[in-house]
């Protein structure tokens, strides 16, 4: 009798893990033989949830710490054990440069983390959560399939911060944005609440126009005067996430009140810019890219997308295709299966 080959149909486990600058998700996947990377039969066993790893914004040793917990929280999920991982894939805000990757490569190979290690910024993978989704969307409907190419494609990430990224024909690469929010992130989450914040301002003062979102942006601080907005931006180490997280009491009131709107025009136009910028300098037809929109801003609120997709149309033109990226871990998931041996 022939003894099966069992090392051949045993499963290869992946861990993915997304990193940003309010949390961290860690996924142990199982692949098994034969089954394609964009086959959409990868299963998730095992899931990890922490604290912030955007060095940073949290500090190197606070952000490995984050990662430590989701990543073993996900094993645990998983019952399996760190040894069998056979690919990590962990894609994290605050890597771009390479002394930023080296120093988490160093920690990852301390750790043993896979017999093989990727580190790559959160923007990166993003394209292929977006291509990943839009397959699960047609193997789950009976539609058609959507006509989308993503070898050509643009990634709008739009959070606390905002950064765009594309990539042409040729294999081209550029990013733009991802300066932080003194040197750029314009349209960001920070950026519209702090704009909601100065118009509050300058509304007290009278130097600008009455406006709803005094009310309603000194409620969730719990403030009862606008003079207490001084000790909560100039006496406690920059609130970047509390003023972010204002950015929804903006976009609520914008539907009826015409600061507010005007704060969020400005915004969207901020975000068309960036695609704009990226179209231009990679020579792109827009109506031959793919779009991929992530980042809370605008995965929670649908009338962003639409004013945005509205200044594209009016603009540079409209994508083939926009989806937004229901979970981010995705991109590693799908750059770890790629590469999986």
């Not at 903006?250 to 969020?264: G, L, T």
Request: aromatic share 4%; glycine share 10%.
């Amino acid at each position: 009798m022939t003894r099966k080959n069992t090392s051949q149909n045993s499963p290869k486990w992946i861990l993915a893990v997304d990193g940003g600058g309010t949390k961290t998700i860690a996924w142990i996947a199982k692949v098994m033989p034969n089954d394609g990377p964009l086959s959409g039969k990868i299963e998730v066993v095992g899931r990890g949830l922490s604290g912030p790893s955007n060095p940073h914004s949290v500090g190197f040793l606070r952000a490995i710490s984050n990662l430590d917990l989701a990543i073993g929280a996900a094993l645990e999920d998983a019952s399996i054990a760190m040894d069998s991982l056979s690919i990590a894939c962990l894609s994290l805000a605050g890597v771009s440069r390479p002394d930023e990757k080296s120093e988490l490569m160093e920690w990852a190979e301390s750790r043993q983390l896979a017999k093989k290690i990727m580190i790559v910024e959160d923007v990166a993978p993003l394209a292929l959560a977006a291509e990943y989704e839009q397959e699960l969307d047609f193997a789950h409907s009976s539609g058609h399939p959507i006509a989308s190419d993503w070898g050509q494609s643009i990634t709008l990430v739009v959070g606390t911060g905002s950064i765009a990224c594309g990539v042409n024909a040729n294999q081209e690469r550029i990013r733009v944005g991802g300066w932080g929010y003194l040197l750029g992130d314009e349209g960001s989450g920070f950026a519209i609440g702090l704009a909601g914040l100065q118009a509050v301002c300058r509304a007290h003062d009278r130097t600008g126009p009455e406006t709803e979102l005094v009310s309603a942006m000194l409620s969730p601080l719990g403030f009862a005067s606008v003079t207490q907005l001084v000790a909560f931006v100039y006496q406690t180490p920059l609130p970047r996430t509390e003023i972010a997280k204002l950015a929804e009491v903006v976009i609520e009131v914008s539907e009826r009140d015409s600061v507010a709107a005007q704060i969020i025009d400005s915004a969207v136009d901020s975000m068309a810019n960036l695609i704009g910028v990226v179209v231009k300098r990679l020579r792109l037809e827009p109506s031959e890219v793919s779009l991929a929109l992530s980042g809370g801003i605008l995965k929670h609120h649908a009338s962003m997308v639409n004013r945005l997709r509205t200044i594209l149309s009016r603009g540079i033109g409209t994508p083939r295709t926009i989806h937004v990226i229901r979970q981010p871990t995705h991109g590693p998931l799908m750059l770890a299966a790629k590469d999986l041996d």
